[in-house]
């Protein structure tokens, strides 16, 4: 298992609301990704945060913002939650020494949006 | 944007034989190649990686081969047990999106591996 943990593990909203989901990064690393894994398909890349700033994003409309804290743990917000942002959501840490390779994921938060 | 193909989407075999997944890229900036490997329920394990430089990366029953001219790369397993039955994933990464540093894996869509005992 890796060190990567997040919070809370299951949570149920519903549509409109705003929903903040955590995750503490493995010892040594200094970047935190976020990835949305709707049911039976891979992960899709929603940004990644290094050094407290947003450090590239995905296709995700501006309703999903993030926070990176100096003990690099980090945040997922979403506001105005749609059916559709039902999914896993899963954050993974890694290294970035100018790239980051060898991200290791957390369990994930499973959110259903009603 | 990257895609990524993974052929086959299911794959069957009986517990001993081998198993290969390939997955084609469409990339040619891509330099990072990982696999992941993601039983029911649970997070996405990173299982065997390999980079630009090297054609071939070998960990004891798993091993993964590189072809960048023609933008695929593949997943072998071999003596195959029940407990590496699960979904598998590729996920090609570039180094660097314009002047931007970051790591973005594009997961392909999986392929369910099942071993039979």
């Known amino acids: 298992e890796t060190g990567v943990t997040q919070s809370p593990t299951h949570l149920i909203k519903t549509r409109g609301q705003q929903v903040t989901l955590r995750c503490s990064s493995q010892?040594?690393?200094?970047?935190v990704s976020w990835y949305q894994q709707a049911l039976g398909q891979g992960p899709q890349f929603i940004f990644q945060?290094?050094?407290?700033?947003?450090?590239g994003r995905g296709n995700f409309p501006p309703r999903f913002s993030g926070l990176q804290f100096p003990n690099y743990s980090s945040e997922l917000n979403v506001n105005a939650l749609e059916l559709d942002d039902s999914a896993l959501y899963l954050c993974?840490?890694?290294?970035?020494?100018?790239?980051?390779?060898?991200?290791?994921f957390g369990p994930g938060t499973r959110l259903t949006v009603t | 944007g990257e895609n990524v193909e993974q052929h086959p989407s299911t794959l069957s075999v009986q517990e001993g034989d081998s198993a290969v997944i390939k997955c084609t890229y469409s990339?040619?900036?891509?330099?990072?190649f990982p696999w992941y490997k993601q039983e029911l329920g649970k997070r996405p394990q990173l299982i065997i990686d390999?980079?630009?430089?090297?054609g071939e990366k070998k960990d004891q029953r798993i091993a993964v081969t590189l072809n960048k001219t023609a933008k695929h790369f593949s997943l072998h397993i071999t003596e195959t047990q029940p407990e590496d039955s699960a979904v598998y994933f590729c996920?090609?990464?570039?180094?660097?999106?314009?002047?931007?540093?970051?790591?973005?894996?594009?997961f392909g869509q999986g392929t369910i591996l099942t071993v039979h005992p």
């Open positions: 993974a840490s890694s290294f970035n020494r100018g790239f980051s390779y060898e991200q290791y």
């Open positions: 010892s040594g690393h200094n970047t």
């Open positions: 945060y290094y050094r407290e700033e947003e450090n």
């Open positions: 990339d040619s900036a891509s330099n990072y």
């Open positions: 390999i980079r630009s430089n090297v």
């Open positions: 996920a090609p990464q570039r180094e660097r999106d314009g002047g931007t540093s970051y790591g973005k894996l594009t």
